[in-house]
Every structure is written in structure tokens, then in C-alpha cells.
């Protein structure tokens, strides 16, 4: 799946698009909508804290990092100890790593913006709605003209690369 992005000028434009989304078979699950604090989004789907943070991003970042140092320091420890003992306390300190990091990173992550929403700051502070919909690739293009051909004033915005494989 791709997400890709939509600045919408106002709500009623944005009701519009999420009704035609839905119309062409795309669930609220994969329908995302930021606006301003304090919008009243009314039945839209309202962006949820994965969407508005780095949380996933830190995660798998804290994963990678913690799992790596638990390995290397679980190697030198056994090294150090001057004898060889099996797998199972590796993978232990593996898991073990990987999950502290993990935690870690993902409680920081979630202080943490969007990256890739910190560029449309301004225009949804001057009232603009960021509309995120997470679809499979071969739909991108006929969903996104669809969209822009029926609502001018949306300007397409872009599309992210792979979301996690957890997401379909």
C-alpha cells in the first residue's frame, strides 16, 4: 500500500472528496484527515496518532538499533566469559534489545510530528485539511485524477513510498 495526499481549501470540499473516496470502495480505516486543533471534523476520519507522529518510524528504528546492540553486546559477553554456550541466550538478548529499543524509541517517537506532515504545518494552520489515503499502487493514479478532475481546488500533494507491511 502507498499513501498519498490531498490538500483540501475547506471542509465541505473535503466531505466531498472523503464521499467519493468511500464511494469508490476505500474504507475509513485507510482514509486519514488533519486539520487544525479545534475543527470540528464532524464524520470524517480524524488522523489518528500514528498518522500525526513518528511512532512506527521510531519503532522500527528503535527495533533495528536495540536488537543489534543486544546481539553485539551478548557476543562480547560470551567472549569475555571464555566459553561457548548455545544460541538461546543470544536470541534471548536479541529479543530482549529489541524490545527495549522498540519501547524506547516509540515513546520518544510519539513526542514527536509527522515528518512527512511537517511540511503542510502552514496551510493547515490557515485553515487548509491534509487528506491521507492509503491505497494499493495500481489504483494511485486513477484515484488521484479522479479526485483532482472532480474537485479543482484539492491540489494532489504527493504520494509516500511503502507503508509497513502490517498495514494492508
Not at 490531498?6 to 486519514?32: C, N, Q, Y
Not at 498518522?51 to 543489534?68: C, M, N, S, V, W
Request: no cysteine; hydrophobic share 40%; glycine share 10%.
Amino acid at each position: 500500500m502507498r499513501r498519498i495526499y490531498f490538500l483540501s481549501p475547506d471542509i465541505e470540499t473535503t466531505h466531498k472528496i472523503v464521499d467519493e473516496l468511500r464511494a469508490e470502495g476505500i474504507e475509513d480505516r485507510h482514509i486519514h484527515v488533519l486539520a487544525k486543533r479545534d475543527t470540528p471534523l464532524e464524520d470524517l476520519p480524524e488522523a489518528t496518532v500514528f498518522q500525526k507522529t513518528d511512532f512506527i518510524p521510531a519503532l522500527e528504528r528503535g527495533a533495528a538499533l536495540g536488537g543489534t546492540t543486544g546481539v553485539l553486546a551478548g557476543l562480547i559477553g560470551l567472549r569475555l566469559a571464555g566459553f561457548v554456550i548455545a544460541g538461546g541466550p543470544v536470541l534471548g538478548i536479541l529479543i530482549y534489545g529489541a524490545t527495549i529499543g522498540a519501547m524506547m524509541s516509540g515513546l520518544a517517537g510519539l513526542q514527536v510530528g509527522n515528518s512527512k506532515v511537517k511540511k503542510y504545518e502552514e496551510a493547515i494552520e490557515r485553515g487548509e485539511l491534509l487528506v491521507m489515503v492509503d491505497i494499493a499502487k495500481e489504483r494511485i493514479d486513477s484515484l488521484s485524477q479522479l479526485i483532482t478532475k472532480h474537485h479543482p481546488t484539492a491540489q494532489f500533494e504527493g504520494i509516500e513510498p511503502l507503508l509497513p507491511p502490517s498495514y494492508k
